[in-house]
């Protein structure tokens, strides 16, 4: 996370920023780009963040920008940045560190790449992609998938699948299984690479984008100039137009990403209408430097002038994607991107805290189907929850929340678990996250899958696994004790309820409830 310190009339603020790479590269590519392993050293994803944030922070002690001065709401105000690992992988790796058996180092590698929290990730146009008969890119939406729903890596990669609609029913069926099958959270279309950017609006792709809906999977396009972004917002407008007058319930759950729109396009108001309309977004990857600098400062302007926020309601930062496009791209040009959405030019020009906060990730964020449509457990019967208490935390200052941490970490070590996905909890509104997160665990014995919330009842005293329900589903922005529904999911939880006070206890208790 990017730790952001405001200071105003004396007061100081902090705030947390997540930050998500919403375009990287999993596999190999027939032009010889590689990336086969996100951890390898010197190569991978992670170090590539790494390299990221040793260039940002390089660039902070030359241009002395890591604190600066500006004007906020027609104040004086003092921007102070630092990085800040986000708080739950942190205290996972530090407990899997002091058990010092597998996964042990994986605090001190983080601390390099701690400014980035996820980053998504799809296949190249794979070498391998055509190794199943079922689809064009089984293969590779394989590889993607045996990566990103497991242990280290699930903490940090959002896989997404990939398809050729030009295979009609193979590609409609490959986009239902990288959803259901391999847990595979968007979906990636290259019509250049594969040979349709001449028939981008065709029924074929309009099929594809509305079985992504039906998940509602994010779809990223990638482009090659400014006409294959003018055809992709024309596929997004006729797809629209399709659910409106067939599956209009569907409408708010399409969500198209058109990638590379900004670099050459600056000041190109064809271009910008593309992106500024109903269920379309813009990732920034190839755009970087001072020209980064001046698209924003453009981009603003002509929305603003042009009221372009009665589109849908959104603001003009809430439709970009912070993105790399590595390994094509590499960690000068991702640094050259975020410096200038961070510097002191984008706060001087009229940019806000909120839009650093949209752009680095919470766009990204909130177009993922977890925080779209309900997560609640598909069988009927909910097993037991694990209530973890410490009535002597003033004594021992042992909180129930890192118990369960330590469990967790426990769990992994002995091979009981692994961790398939896990989603932040927000506190009321997408301003503030807290502690709690919803994990997607794997029993490596009866490879069940369970979504299990860690929550907090009192902080540092009472915590809760507490396995999610068929009839009642995951509430991102928390829990109220005394909201109705809310009542009514704790009552079930406490019906069938196992207590524990250490960390033996709790790994014994969950291994028999859950594997």
């Known amino acids: 996370m990017l730790t952001c310190t405001l200071e105003q009339d004396g007061k100081k603020r902090v705030e947390h920023l997540l930050v998500i790479d919403a375009h990287s590269h999993l596999g190999q590519d027939v032009d010889g780009?590689?990336?086969?392993?996100?951890?390898?050293?010197?190569?991978?994803?992670?170090?590539?963040?790494?390299?990221?944030?040793?260039?940002?922070?390089?660039?902070?002690?030359?241009?002395?920008?890591?604190?600066?001065?500006?004007?906020?709401?027609?104040?004086?105000?003092?921007?102070?940045?630092?990085?800040?690992?986000?708080?739950?992988?942190?205290?996972?790796?530090?407990?899997?560190?002091?058990?010092?058996?597998?996964?042990?180092?994986?605090?001190?590698?983080?601390?390099?790449?701690?400014?980035?929290?996820?980053?998504?990730?799809?296949?190249?146009?794979?070498?391998?992609?055509?190794?199943?008969?079922?689809?064009?890119?089984?293969?590779?939406?394989?590889?993607?998938?045996?990566?990103?729903?497991?242990?280290?890596?699930?903490?940090?990669?959002?896989?997404?699948?990939?398809?050729?609609?030009?295979?009609?029913?193979?590609?409609?069926?490959?986009?239902?299984?990288?959803?259901?099958?391999?847990?595979?959270?968007?979906?990636?279309?290259?019509?250049?690479?594969?040979?349709?950017?001449?028939?981008?609006?065709?029924?074929?792709?309009?099929?594809?984008?509305?079985?992504?809906?039906?998940?509602?999977?994010?779809?990223?396009?990638?482009?090659?100039?400014?006409?294959?972004?003018?055809?992709?917002?024309?596929?997004?407008?006729?797809?629209?137009?399709?659910?409106?007058?067939?599956?209009?319930?569907?409408?708010?759950?399409?969500?198209?990403?058109?990638?590379?729109?900004?670099?050459?396009?600056?000041d190109d108001y064809d271009v910008y209408n593309a992106i500024v309309q109903p269920n379309t977004y813009g990732d920034l990857s190839m755009l970087h430097g001072a020209g980064a600098g001046n698209f924003f400062e453009s981009f603003r302007r002509w929305f603003q002038s042009n009221n372009k926020k009665s589109v849908d309601n959104r603001d003009w930062s809430e439709y970009l994607l912070y993105a790399s496009d590595y390994p094509y791209f590499g960690d000068v040009h991702a640094q050259k991107l975020m410096k200038y959405i961070i510097n002191k030019q984008f706060f001087d020009t009229g940019g806000t805290i909120q839009d650093v906060k949209n752009i680095l990730g919470l766009n990204q964020l909130k177009v993922l189907p977890e925080y779209s449509v309900p997560q609640n457990q598909k069988e009927l019967k909910s097993p037991p929850s694990i209530t973890v208490s410490n009535p002597n935390y003033k004594l021992n200052n042992e909180s129930t929340f890192q118990t369960m941490i330590n469990s967790l970490a426990k769990l992994i070590i002995d091979n009981h678990i692994d961790i398939k996905k896990f989603c932040l909890q927000f506190k009321d509104t997408w301003a503030v996250f807290n502690d709690d997160v919803l994990l997607t665990i794997i029993s490596n014995k009866n490879k069940q899958e369970r979504n299990i919330l860690l929550m907090n009842l009192i902080k540092d005293q009472i915590s809760i696994f507490a396995p999610l329900q068929s009839n009642m589903e995951w509430k991102k922005f928390g829990y109220k004790y005394f909201d109705p529904i809310d009542r009514a999911f704790f009552a079930t939880l406490f019906k069938q309820n196992y207590l524990s006070m250490d960390i033996n206890k709790t790994v014994e208790t969950f291994t028999h409830i859950y594997t």
């Open 33 to 266: 780009a590689t990336m086969m392993n996100p951890l390898a050293p010197g190569a991978g994803t992670f170090d590539f963040w790494g390299n990221v944030q040793g260039r940002i922070k390089a660039d902070w002690e030359k241009t002395g920008e890591q604190s600066f001065t500006t004007f906020m709401d027609g104040k004086s105000t003092k921007i102070s940045w630092s990085f800040t690992p986000y708080p739950f992988t942190d205290r996972l790796y530090i407990a899997l560190e002091k058990l010092g058996k597998k996964h042990s180092d994986l605090k001190e590698k983080s601390k390099f790449y701690s400014m980035i929290d996820q980053g998504v990730c799809f296949p190249f146009q794979d070498v391998f992609r055509d190794k199943h008969p079922e689809a064009l890119y089984r293969a590779s939406n394989i590889n993607v998938s045996r990566f990103t729903t497991r242990f280290p890596f699930s903490m940090k990669l959002i896989g997404y699948g990939r398809c050729d609609p030009m295979e009609g029913e193979k590609a409609v069926n490959e986009v239902r299984y990288a959803r259901e099958v391999l847990g595979l959270r968007g979906l990636k279309l290259h019509p250049r690479s594969e040979g349709w950017i001449d028939k981008i609006s065709s029924e074929k792709a309009i099929q594809v984008l509305i079985e992504a809906v039906s998940f509602s999977m994010p779809v990223i396009f990638d482009t090659r100039g400014r006409g294959s972004i003018l055809q992709i917002a024309q596929l997004i407008e006729s797809t629209r137009n399709v659910l409106k007058s067939k599956y209009p319930d569907l409408l708010p759950h399409l969500k198209v990403i058109i990638a590379h729109f900004a670099q050459g396009n600056i």
